[in-house]
């Protein structure tokens, strides 16, 4: 068992409703039916080969800001190549590709998936890091700031009241479980990493020896508490987790207990 600094709690919960553009943080978030949180990834926007047009191939996807009213279902975009527009993405997905086709240049397709979303791993659920692991990071890096480490990572749940790397110890051979409001989360994979943590979330510009100096610190740092061989490499951070038993419509809340459980 990881000794906690403090209250274990749901810090944050953050979703990402256009896939590879800003999050947005919620109070409350529901469990969808694939294990998603609730507007995660709910849209995606596809190229004319039916590609996904994200961030790990096309930086300009960094300069674009999006603000989002979650219960109005609005979204506001803005770029530096477009004129800044509210959508109601609920109607209006027409007019949001005809936005994007200006800024990419190029024919976009959104699509919309309420139930799983576009998740990387659509087949796991949402994913997980401390409060200390991101403030750790941060202390890695000169540029960085504990927000913008934050942009960086885009994971869903943020806790506090346990250590740096505390979700490490959730993936692995006999690897413990936590609970959240009667869930149980189970660690699935670490998240290995792309080239998108090393970019300015708002320019695009990557931070020189970047993965370089994040793997050394990784190995430099490794807990005690972690079952290394279920790390293929260092380049990974937060857990992606599983969370067997859920139920659609189960709610997590900001400020809700987090306990460790035993494996089962």
Request: hydrophobic share 35%; with cysteine; net charge negative.
């Amino acid at each position: 068992m990881v000794a906690m600094t403090d209250k274990p709690q749901i810090e944050r919960l953050q979703v990402f409703p256009f896939k590879s553009l800003d999050g947005t943080s919620l109070n409350h978030v529901e469990i969808q039916p694939g294990e998603s949180l609730s507007y995660d990834r709910e849209f995606a926007l596809f190229d004319r080969n039916g590609e996904i047009w994200n961030a790990k191939r096309d930086n300009r996807l960094h300069k674009i800001s999006a603000d989002y009213d979650i219960e109005g279902e609005k979204i506001a975009l803005d770029a530096p190549s477009a004129e800044p527009a509210t959508f109601d993405f609920s109607d209006e997905l027409k007019a949001i590709e005809t936005w994007f086709e200006e800024v990419l240049d190029g024919p976009v397709k959104i699509r919309r998936d309420g139930e799983q979303g576009f998740p990387d791993r659509p087949e796991l659920g949402p994913s997980v890091v401390s409060t200390a692991t991101i403030e750790t990071v941060t202390s890695w890096f000169n540029d960085l700031t504990v927000e913008g480490t934050r942009r960086r990572l885009r994971t869903n749940i943020e806790v506090s009241g346990v250590p740096a790397f505390w979700e490490d110890r959730f993936v692995g051979d006999d690897a413990p479980a936590f609970e959240v409001g009667g869930l149980r989360f189970e660690g699935a994979i670490p998240c290995g990493r792309c080239v998108v943590p090393s970019r300015d979330p708002d320019t695009g510009e990557a931070l020189p020896e970047f993965r370089k100096r994040f793997i050394q610190k990784r190995r430099e740092s490794f807990p005690s508490w972690a079952d290394e061989d279920a790390f293929e490499h260092k380049f990974a951070l937060t857990t992606i987790t599983s969370i067997p038993d859920a139920s659609a419509g189960s709610q997590l809340r900001v400020g809700a207990p987090v306990t460790e459980q035993d494996p089962i």
